[in-house]
């Protein structure tokens, strides 16, 4: 156990035998936590690190799809059944506000229509017929009744008239026809019409819909076991297969409280800026999500760490000496472990072929 550590014998291996550590569990006895002193020479050439003090950092990878931000989604719906004459927009296609989507001919506008120029002549009629009273009135030929119910009768006409007008000035002026239009600027990303179409609105949902992609969600399920380590606010890092070299910063918008009924996941959103349109609905995305704790432990690379009879040892150097230490991990990732006993902040630790090192000094 307490022998010579025999630096020159490791000297000679192969580069191809440097492995990592906490990648091979061996079955040697169990080290003594005694040191063996080693010269000098052989110490300096020893690749070590010095154990920090640092927060805990947790990662989490999570799938998800970029989806339009729904509070700058808008459903455009048809004002009146009839006939699709032009839908000159396409699905995908980017149009500005008032842009004219489609064209249809209505049935029902030629009868607002047809309505407002009989509340035209109804409402002259009506003038007319007051004009007249008023003056056999003056004369004594008309009651006061008769007079009340002339001008009760103008105002009726005159009222019917607002409101075919207001009426039939949403549709536009065409007797006929109306032009449905992009309520906002934005990009098409549902149409459910055809040129020569039929509807009935009470039958059809929206004809269109069109999202203002400057600022997209992305929607990623959470597993149960990883719930505690998202909330909202933090940082993320999103990647795509259409850009494998770019990444997009964004932070988690919003935690959902209630769990998807059939694959008992939580969806999380994360808001992304999207101002050049590269990122498109329905992409495939993958979310890197770093969660940083106020919880401080020493902290050395995961490759200096060996398992070996089901516990971690730490190779630690001081003083031209070599130590086996058993350490507790109470976390490990992003190439980092963080342990809550067996190390200090300060102390140097091997980082380099640390399990060869280690069945070396304890064979």
Request: charged share 20%; hydrophobic share 40%; aromatic share 4%.
């Amino acid at each position: 156990m307490n022998r010579l550590f025999h630096f020159s014998s490791l000297l000679l291996l192969p580069t191809s035998l440097c492995l990592s550590g906490c990648t091979e569990e061996t079955t040697d006895p169990l080290p003594r936590p005694d040191t063996q002193r080693l010269p000098a020479a052989t110490v300096a050439a020893l690749q070590t690190d010095s154990v920090q003090l640092a927060p805990i950092q947790t990662e989490l990878r999570l799938e998800g799809r970029i989806t339009p931000n729904a509070d700058r989604l808008t459903p455009v719906y048809a004002l009146a059944g009839g006939v699709v004459e032009q839908a000159p927009v396409a699905l995908g296609d980017v149009v500005t506000a008032g842009q004219p989507l489609a064209v249809l001919r209505s049935a029902h506008i030629a009868g607002l229509a047809q309505e407002r120029t009989e509340a035209t002549v109804n409402l002259g009629t009506a003038r007319v017929q007051l004009e007249a009273v008023s003056e056999m009135h003056a004369d004594g030929m008309a009651s006061d009744q008769d007079l009340s119910l002339a001008r009760a009768a103008l105002q009726k006409a005159q009222a019917e008239l607002t409101r075919l007008r207001k009426q039939t000035d949403v549709y536009g002026t065409a007797p006929d026809h109306y032009t449905l239009r992009a309520p906002q600027a934005g990009t098409v990303v549902e149409k459910h019409l055809t040129e020569g179409q039929q509807f009935d609105p009470g039958q059809v949902g929206s004809l269109f819909t069109v999202a203002n992609l400057d600022e997209v969600w992305v929607l990623a399920d959470v597993f149960q076991s990883d719930i505690e380590k998202v909330q909202a606010g933090l940082p993320v890092q999103v990647h795509t297969l259409s850009y494998p070299d770019r990444q997009f910063a964004g932070r988690v918008d919003k935690v959902f409280n209630v769990l998807d009924p059939e694959r008992k996941t939580l969806q999380v959103r994360v808001r992304l800026a999207n101002p050049d349109h590269l990122l498109k609905p329905g992409m495939f995305a993958r979310i890197h999500l770093t969660q940083t704790s106020t919880t401080r432990l020493p902290a050395v690379p995961s490759t200096s760490l060996v398992f070996a009879n089901g516990r971690r040892y730490a190779l630690v150097v001081k003083n031209n000496s070599v130590e086996t230490r058993p350490v507790a991990v109470q976390h490990a990732g992003q190439g980092m472990s963080y342990v809550s006993s067996g190390l200090a902040p300060g102390e140097q630790v091997v980082t380099n072929n640390a399990l060869l090192y280690y069945k070396e000094l304890n064979d």
